[in-house]
């Protein structure tokens, strides 16, 4: 397990150990903490990047490559209630998938992006019934990590790339409520921003000044749905 991995569990594992062992956690008086895990699609804002830059950056026939946008993963969540309407919450997420695609089954070895934030802030929730809107404000950083592989045009070779940067979402959902200690997370939305430089992150990986005028933050779009747990 990756360190950035470990850290983000360890924020996830620490609150809950400290207020399952305090006092005020043990009256059970209302639903002071809430657990969520679920389901995470991230639509990336590639900057800039197309399959078909690649292809002339590289020197192949258009139509070689193309570039992914939709990546899947995990979200889970922490969320600690100040009061009936306001509570802090920790955030974790991974997505991943193969970063550069290609109609050509030949190349097998092309390199898969794993992504990974940890953000945290308020929430805020109202109660309606079974149902409970909220809305959130995060930030924090997230981990851009690609692969090695094997690209025509670059003797074959793409280095492994990381990159950390400033993260920051906006959004909100709705749970509904299964049992008193369990619901269910119909949907969250999120916009999702992102600070990479992604003219210095492809040059790592591939070659400098291969693909010089890309984005310096990102504009995504993130959805979860998932289960709820309550204590």
């Known amino acids: 397990m ?21 006092p005020a956690f043990a009256q059970k008086s209302t639903s002071k903490v809430e657990i969520f895990a679920g389901y995470s699609l991230l639509l990336a804002d590639n900057g800039g990047l197309t399959g078909s830059a690649l292809d002339s950056a590289l020197g192949q026939p258009a139509g070689t490559f193309g570039v992914a946008s939709r990546f899947n993963g995990w979200n889970g969540e ?62 924090g950083v997230d981990r851009a990590h690609l692969s090695a592989g094997s690209v025509p045009g670059l003797f074959g070779l793409v280095a492994p ?32 921003y992102t600070a990479h430089d992604l003219n210095s992150f492809y040059a790592a990986s591939f070659r400098p000044g291969l693909l010089p005028t890309l984005a310096t933050r990102q504009n995504n779009l993130r959805f979860a749905a998932g289960f709820v747990i309550r204590f």
């Open 2 to 22: 990756s360190r950035f991995a470990t850290a983000a569990l360890a924020l996830i594992i620490l609150p809950v150990s400290i207020l399952c062992s305090s």
């Open 78 to 139: 922490v969320q600690y209630n100040l009061n009936r309407y306001l509570g802090v919450v920790a955030d974790g997420v991974k997505h991943s998938g193969q970063a550069i695609t290609s109609p050509n089954v030949n190349l097998t070895e092309l390199p898969n992006s794993n992504d990974y934030s940890l953000m945290g802030g308020p929430v805020l929730f109202y109660k309606v019934g079974k149902l409970t809107p909220f809305v959130h404000g995060l930030v």
């Open 161 to 192: 790339g990381v990159d950390h940067a400033l993260a920051a979402a906006v959004g909100g959902g709705v749970d509904y409520k299964l049992a008193p200690h369990f619901a269910v997370r119909l949907g969250q939305f999120d916009y999702f």
